[in-house]
């Protein structure tokens, strides 16, 4: 079983739809929790951090659920350039050093 | 945007030869971190670094060495490389380990023939 997974999607939407996608980790002592934006043959870039409060955006919502170990980003209204590569990344800073990278998942949002 | 460069952008070389990445940033920040990301894998870490002359392996650290020598610095070296390590590899940076966010760099491209 894989530490961090994610739907790989892809995921086709209408402009104007709300998509959530979900990601799952397994090791319960993982302390920090982030979602990451990667564009077709670029970099990944912090999108947003996952509290465990939840946390808004504008259009991004990201809900952690410890009890269950999973993470999940909701996007309303969206856009043609929210297209793009969604990582979920999850850090556990007191197991020695250990960031996992889910593989990701693939939105394709069409006019 | 994060300082972070990353040379060579492109490279095609052969199997069983020597490869040397090189990360450098202009943040001063203390941890640098290798990567690849291939197909259904994610990004994986290599190895990382916790300061000058302070390297670690990360997960798939076999067939790779790093190297340190100055803060902004962070040298990936293929001893010999192979077919199995063509990838995409990004050198990350952050201020601290796990909470802080990393910044990555724009990624080299390497192609083992």
């Known amino acids: 079983r894989k530490e961090v997974e994610q739907d790989p999607g892809p995921f086709n939407v209408p402009e104007g739809a709300t998509v959530a996608f979900n990601c799952t980790y397994s090791?319960?002592?993982?302390?920090?929790f982030f979602w990451y934006r990667q564009d077709c043959r670029k970099e990944p870039k912090l999108l947003m951090s996952?509290?465990?409060s939840g946390n808004e955006d504008g259009r991004f919502t990201a809900q952690l659920n410890r009890a269950s170990q999973y993470i999940s980003l909701l996007i309303r209204d969206s856009k043609l350039s929210d297209s793009a590569t969604y990582l979920c990344?999850?850090?556990?800073?007191?197991?020695?050093?250990?960031?996992?990278f889910g593989a990701g998942t693939r939105l394709f949002v069409k006019a | 945007d994060a300082g972070i460069t990353q040379s060579p952008r492109h490279k095609v070389t052969e199997t069983g030869t020597p490869v040397t990445l090189r990360c450098h940033q202009t943040?001063?920040?203390?941890?640098m971190y290798w990567y690849r990301q291939d197909p259904g894998h994610g990004l994986r870490l290599i190895h990382y670094?916790?300061?000058?002359?302070?390297?670690d392996k990360g997960e798939v650290s076999d067939g790779y060495s790093v190297s340190r020598s100055k803060t902004e610095d962070f040298l990936l070296t293929l001893e010999s490389a192979t077919s199995s390590q063509t990838s995409v590899y990004f050198c990350?940076?952050?201020?601290?380990?796990?909470?802080?966010?990393?910044?990555f760099g724009p990624g080299t491209r390497l192609l083992v023939l």
């Open positions: 990350a940076i952050s201020e601290e380990a796990g909470e802080e966010t990393q910044y």
């Open positions: 943040e001063n920040h203390r941890y």
């Open positions: 670094s916790y300061g000058v002359k302070d390297t």
């Open positions: 990344v999850v850090s556990d800073q007191y197991e020695g050093f250990k960031t996992i």
């Open positions: 090791n319960s002592a993982s302390q920090s």
């Open positions: 996952v509290y465990s």
